[in-house]
Nanobody
Framework: QLQLAESGGGLVQPGGSLRLSCAASGSPLEYTAIGWFRQAPGKAPEGVACLSSDGSTYYAGAVQGRFTISRDNGKNTMYLQMNSLKTGDTGVYSC????????????????????WGQGTQVIVSA
């Protein structure tokens, strides 16, 4: 059974950077589709960045050019590098994983991912 655990959230000023990590256990991430969803206060979770097993990526328009998703198969860990953070990036960020598929479609529908971490809070505020 795949289990995911995020770390790296916190409080950061606008324009700052954070790197979120998600350590996986129980199963390798190497051949799975992975991603990061965020839930802003009062809103439904939305996919912000996803990475397929073949290296294809999808980024939500609001984070394109600022966020980068990656994985380290040796450490069985995925990452989300977030730069030029804005107040609108505030939310709870959860890492997700599932069997490989069409990454854009998966990232646009939270129901396509079966495995979720518990979430880590990111607050962007002056």
């Amino acid at each position: 059974q795949l289990q995911l655990a995020e770390s790296g959230g916190g409080l950061v000023q606008p324009g700052g950077s954070l790197r979120l990590s998600c350590a996986a256990s129980g199963s390798p991430l190497e051949y799975t589709a992975i991603g990061w969803f965020r839930q802003a206060p009062g809103k439904a979770p939305e996919g912000v960045a996803c990475l397929s097993s073949d290296g294809s990526t999808y980024y939500a328009g609001a984070v394109q050019g600022r966020f980068t998703i990656s994985r380290d198969n040796g450490k069985n860990t995925m990452y989300l590098q977030m730069n030029s953070l804005k107040t609108g990036d505030t939310g709870v960020y959860s890492c997700v994983a599932d069997a490989a598929g069409a990454i854009q479609a998966m990232c646009r529908h939270r129901g396509r991912f079966s495995y979720w971490g518990q979430g880590t809070q990111v607050i962007v505020s002056a």
